[in-house]
């Protein structure tokens, strides 16, 4: 076994054994992946050379595109004002307050190298901040909030990220007119193309029947469009979050039941190795790091950080606590005097939550060697991300909890009654419609119409639309736990048999399979 092999085994252990530790000690895996991998690099581990135009092609490209396709369009919509204001106006803010202030600590660092620093760190990484607030209940309007932003501002800062690269070693004078043009057409031109991808794979895939292959072109569709949006010199993060919502809304018309589950299983795994992998190269990261900058005094680089990190947590709380002022005052609106307006608690968890990540490492890795300050940028883009994801990850929660942002979940669990139970009357109506079919058997409707009669009158009591509910739940909970224990009798005797040499191991998993998703069907 060679030396490359001996640490991928190494990195695979260590996530497994970081992530297990942040699941014991209920905190989110970046945080404890992060330092987890920092302390494997200052223990010897041999220094890992990312290169980040692979890093930002292999794991960017489905990160986005999975993050798109579950995503809620409706609500994404509904949201779409605070999502655009975080997403564009918030991070060309945080890139000029960061630039200002290594600008004013850095001696002899340009504008445009200081403004690259800016679009470096100004994209948020949702994965920490969404697992924390899904966990504590908080609120799902602001996990849509984070969630549509961080679709959309890689986008603006890897736009405003090439832009600042240019003026840097580009001779010719820096434009915000040419800026502000290069940033619009390369945005509607991955728009454009992650639209034509889209409609491309959803015309395909509808015409297949086979899980294996449609779950391969949907491990493909992010790099289908991502790869020729950066050929093509357009917003390649936006092609891959097009395509990714295109193809999720076009989904539930275009995959068959089994392609949905062995998708949905594959995409939670894919997306939790991806981010695992990419946390903990970045704590690998430090000591090389630190290395590259030891003529600078420790001191010095502290207070880099500190500065740097206090400027893009605070332009984030200020810009949450006082934008809605303004735009209240700019909009008149009837509408927006009768909408639910966002508390102060909401809008200091949304500015609190801004935690960065893998994005903006691999920008700040991506730069030239030769370009100037970059050890400098490397360094405070990797202090950024500790500081945010550390400090600002495990004081969220204890923020969360005395602000008092929590959901009781009703709003949810009304959504999912009212979707059952229309579902079941949708049932009926099938079952009616059957009955006057030759084929059927009038038995057989019966049976069936018993069971969703009893399942309606069983909704209607939750939601209380019948005032007696005739202990439907008591006996609906006694009959799904009969059920249970009748199906884990028959994984056990099928697995007796498949010891016993009876039966194959794959007609014991085939068979269990099956018993599987009959249990996963159980409400209890």
């Given at each position: 076994?060679?030396?490359?092999?001996?640490?991928?085994?190494?990195?695979?252990?260590?996530?497994?054994?970081?992530?297990?530790?942040?699941?014991?000690?209920?905190?989110?895996?970046?945080?404890?992946?992060?330092?987890?991998?920092?302390?494997?690099?200052?223990?010897?581990?041999?220094?890992?050379?990312?290169?980040?135009?692979?890093?930002?092609?292999?794991?960017?490209?489905?990160?986005?595109?999975?993050?798109?396709?579950?995503?809620?369009?409706?609500?994404?919509?509904?949201?779409?004002?605070?999502?655009?204001l975080l997403a564009i106006g918030l991070v060309l803010l945080t890139m000029v307050a960061v630039a200002a202030t290594?600008?004013?600590?850095?001696?002899?660092?340009?504008?445009?190298?200081?403004?690259?620093?800016?679009?470096?760190?100004?994209?948020?990484?949702?994965?920490?901040?969404?697992?924390?607030?899904?966990?504590?209940?908080?609120?799902?309007?602001?996990?849509?909030?984070?969630?549509?932003?961080?679709?959309?501002?890689?986008?603006?800062?890897?736009?405003?990220?090439?832009?600042?690269?240019?003026?840097?070693?580009?001779?010719?004078?820096?434009?915000?007119?040419?800026?502000?043009?290069?940033?619009?057409?390369?945005?509607?031109?991955?728009?454009?193309?992650?639209?034509?991808?889209?409609?491309?794979?959803?015309?395909?895939?509808?015409?297949?029947?086979?899980?294996?292959?449609?779950?391969?072109?949907?491990?493909?569709?992010?790099?289908?469009?991502?790869?020729?949006?950066?050929?093509?010199?357009?917003?390649?993060?936006?092609?891959?979050?097009?395509?990714?919502?295109?193809?999720?809304?076009?989904?539930?018309?275009?995959?068959?039941?089994?392609?949905?589950?062995?998708?949905?299983?594959?995409?939670?795994?894919?997306?939790?190795?991806?981010?695992?992998?990419?946390?903990?190269?970045?704590?690998?990261?430090?000591?090389?790091?630190?290395?590259?900058?030891?003529?600078?005094?420790?001191?010095?680089?502290?207070?880099?950080?500190?500065?740097?990190?206090?400027?893009?947590?605070?332009?984030?709380?200020?810009?949450?606590?006082?934008?809605?002022?303004?735009?209240?005052?700019?909009?008149?609106?009837?509408?927006?005097?009768?909408?639910?307006?966002?508390?102060?608690?909401?809008?200091?968890?949304?500015?609190?939550?801004?935690?960065?990540?893998?994005?903006?490492?691999?920008?700040?890795?991506?730069?030239?060697?030769?370009?100037?300050?970059?050890?400098?940028?490397?360094?405070?883009?990797?202090?950024?991300?500790?500081?945010?994801?550390?400090?600002?990850?495990?004081?969220?929660?204890?923020?969360?909890?005395?602000?008092g942002v929590l959901d009781d979940g009703s709003e949810e669990e009304r959504e999912e009654l009212t979707a059952r139970?229309?579902?079941?009357?949708?049932?009926?109506?099938?079952?009616?419609?059957?009955?006057?079919?030759?084929?059927?058997?009038?038995?057989?409707?019966?049976?069936?119409?018993?069971?969703?009669?009893?399942?309606?009158?069983?909704?209607?009591?939750?939601?209380?639309?019948?005032?007696?509910?005739?202990?439907?739940?008591?006996?609906?909970?006694?009959?799904?736990?009969?059920?249970?224990?009748?199906?884990?009798?028959?994984?056990?005797?099928?697995?007796?048999?498949?010891?016993?040499?009876?039966?194959?191991?794959?007609?014991?998993?085939?068979?269990?399979?099956?018993?599987?998703?009959?249990?996963?069907?159980?409400?209890?």
């Amino acid at each position: 076994m060679d030396e490359l092999e001996v640490i991928l085994v190494a990195l695979l252990l260590a996530v497994s054994l970081l992530a297990a530790a942040a699941r014991a000690i209920n905190v989110p895996y970046p945080i404890m992946l992060v330092i987890g991998g920092a302390l494997l690099g200052f223990a010897g581990l041999e220094e890992i050379e990312l290169d980040p135009d692979l890093v930002l092609l292999l794991f960017l490209p489905p990160l986005l595109y999975s993050g798109a396709f579950f995503a809620n369009l409706r609500e994404l919509r509904t949201a779409v004002r605070p999502i655009s204001l975080l997403a564009i106006g918030l991070v060309l803010l945080t890139m000029v307050a960061v630039a200002a202030t290594a600008h004013a600590l850095i001696d002899g660092i340009s504008w445009p190298a200081a403004f690259v620093l800016g679009a470096i760190v100004g994209p948020t990484d949702p994965v920490a901040a969404t697992a924390i607030a899904r966990r504590l209940g908080v609120p799902r309007r602001i996990v849509t909030v984070l969630e549509g932003e961080a679709l959309v501002n890689d986008a603006t800062a890897l736009v405003a990220y090439r832009i600042a690269i240019a003026a840097t070693t580009s001779a010719v004078a820096f434009s915000f007119l040419d800026a502000a043009w290069d940033f619009a057409w390369k945005a509607a031109g991955g728009i454009a193309i992650g639209l034509v991808v889209g409609f491309v794979i959803a015309q395909v895939r509808q015409r297949l029947n086979d899980p294996l292959i449609e779950n391969t072109i949907g491990l493909l569709s992010p790099y289908a469009a991502y790869v020729p949006a950066e050929l093509l010199h357009v917003s390649a993060v936006l092609a891959a979050v097009t395509v990714g919502c295109y193809v999720g809304w076009m989904a539930p018309r275009i995959a068959s039941p089994a392609t949905r589950l062995m998708g949905f299983g594959m995409w939670e795994l894919l997306q939790f190795i991806l981010n695992a992998f990419l946390f903990i190269l970045i704590g690998l990261q430090l000591p090389s790091i630190l290395e590259a900058l030891e003529d600078t005094s420790p001191l010095t680089l502290l207070g880099w950080a500190v500065a740097v990190s206090a400027a893009v947590v605070f332009v984030r709380l200020l810009w949450s606590w006082f934008t809605v002022f303004p735009i209240r005052w700019l909009d008149r609106r009837a509408v927006m005097r009768t909408r639910p307006r966002t508390r102060w608690q909401e809008r200091s968890i949304i500015g609190w939550a801004g935690m960065r990540g893998a994005v903006s490492l691999a920008a700040a890795l991506a730069l030239p060697v030769d370009f100037p300050f970059r050890d400098e940028i490397v360094f405070l883009t990797f202090a950024v991300i500790f500081v945010t994801l550390v400090l600002q990850g495990l004081t969220l929660p204890p923020l969360i909890r005395m602000l008092g942002v929590l959901d009781d979940g009703s709003e949810e669990e009304r959504e999912e009654l009212t979707a059952r139970l229309y579902a079941t009357q949708a049932a009926l109506v099938r079952l009616e419609e059957l009955g006057g079919e030759e084929w059927t058997r009038d038995d057989t409707i019966e049976r069936m119409r018993g069971a969703y009669e009893y399942r309606r009158r069983r909704l209607k009591a939750r939601a209380g639309k019948i005032e007696d509910d005739e202990g439907f739940e008591d006996r609906s909970t006694q009959y799904q736990t009969i059920v249970r224990s009748v199906l884990e009798a028959q994984r056990a005797e099928i697995v007796r048999l498949r010891n016993e040499g009876t039966i194959s191991n794959d007609v014991m998993h085939r068979i269990e399979r099956e018993l599987d998703l009959e249990d996963e069907r159980l409400e209890i």
